[in-house]
């Protein structure tokens, strides 16, 4: 079941306390609506009654979705600088969820899924909509390697996050996305064929790079591109 709980929220504009149902997990099979709310971009989002200002809370919840094999554990977009602990933590939480410290009927269910974690509404968009549209995620970022080896220059100052943002009959198309205020840039269209070949190459040119993601649960070239803590 999806769980929410009442909170209080102050409007960053103009401090009104707000009460709100904050979300602390979503099933998309039996709650198709919130899917459908994430991938139109209103999920969770506000209206201030008093200075009508629209904001959105960063996500921090798990999202379930059977039929389409996915649990993803979202996390606030601050939190990829420290990508790796988020990571062991998420992997821990789906261990006792749907893994092997799992009860029999869970691990049953667990076995249908693959584990995710992703910083930001843009990021958790994406996974649902690549696995509505039957997409392999690794593929998704090997996309968008190409993409980053043939731009000269990064949108927003590099502080922008590529993201598939739509498909069209056989095209994919991603933009460059400022996970900050989901500020959309500039768009570019691969043909799908693209990511085919990359889920067909089995020992060819892609082998390494979707090697880096084996038994990942952070599938997102920040993966490469983010600093750790040391």
Not at 80 to 93: C, I, P, T, Y
Not at 128 to 137: F, H, I, P, S, Y
Request: glycine share 6%; with cysteine; aromatic share 8%.
């Amino acid at each position: 079941m999806s769980l929410f709980r009442d909170t209080e929220i102050v409007c960053p504009v103009c401090a009104t306390k707000i009460d709100f149902k904050l979300v602390d997990s979503v099933n998309a099979d039996r709650r198709p609506d919130l899917r459908q709310a994430i991938l139109d971009g209103t999920f969770q989002l506000l209206d201030c009654p008093s200075c009508k200002s629209a904001f959105r809370l960063d996500p921090e919840f798990n999202y379930l979705d059977v039929g389409r094999g996915q649990w993803i554990a979202a996390k606030p977009v601050a939190g990829v600088s420290e990508w790796k602990a988020h990571e062991e933590e998420a992997r821990d939480l789906y261990a006792l969820a749907y893994g092997e410290r799992a009860e029999a009927l869970a691990k049953e269910v667990g076995a249908m899924l693959k584990p995710r974690l992703v910083f930001g509404w843009p990021a958790l968009r994406e996974k649902v909509l690549a696995a509505g549209e039957g997409l392999d995620d690794i593929a998704i970022e090997a996309c968008k390697a190409t993409v980053m080896r043939n731009s000269a220059d990064l949108p927003f100052s590099g502080e922008a996050d590529l993201r598939l943002v739509d498909v069209k009959g056989d095209k994919l198309v991603f933009a460059w996305v400022n996970p900050a205020d989901n500020t959309t840039g500039e768009m570019v269209a691969l043909p799908r064929s693209l990511h085919d070949e990359i889920v067909a190459d089995e020992d060819g040119d892609w082998y390494d790079f979707k090697s880096d993601f084996d038994g990942a649960l952070y599938v997102d070239l920040n993966r490469v591109l983010v600093d750790q803590p040391a």
